[in-house]
């Protein structure tokens, strides 16, 4: 069973940046896609960005790409997002999530407790 632990959120001002972190226990990351997700107060969770077990390949939501990017790190067991240009819309709670396959936009096994970012304008 994989815990994950997200950090990072915080508060930030328009066009700032921040960098969240995923860290996992439990088991390695290795074998996993990693995915970020998002749920802002009244909206549906969605789907933010995905990364391959290898790092190699990503996917990106239409209204972050260019601004937001995916990596990880196996051997630190850890997943980043690193958040530029930030806008008042990406306020939310930040999850990431795990799945054991290809990634893909949904179905994600492991699921962290979420990291709040706030964006004033």
């Known amino acids: 069973q994989v815990q994950l632990v997200e950090s990072g959120g915080g508060l930030v001002q328009a066009g700032g940046s921040l960098r969240l972190s995923c860290a996992a226990s439990?088991?390695?990351?290795?074998?996993?896609?990693m995915g970020w997700f998002r749920q802002a107060p009244g909206k549906e969770r969605e789907f933010v960005a995905a990364?391959?077990?290898?790092?190699?390949?990503?996917d990106y939501a239409d209204s972050v790409k260019g601004r937001f990017t995916i990596s990880r790190d196996n051997a630190k067991n850890t997943v980043y997002l690193q958040m530029n240009s930030l806008k008042p819309e990406d306020a939310a709670v930040y999850y990431c999530?795990?799945?054991?396959?290809?990634?893909?936009?949904?179905?994600?096994?492991?699921w962290g407790q979420g990291t709040q970012v706030t964006v004033s304008s």
């Open positions: 999530a795990a799945r054991s396959g290809p990634v893909q936009r949904r179905d994600y096994d492991y």
């Open positions: 439990g088991g390695t990351l290795r074998s996993y896609s």
């Open positions: 990364v391959t077990w290898s790092g190699l390949w990503t």
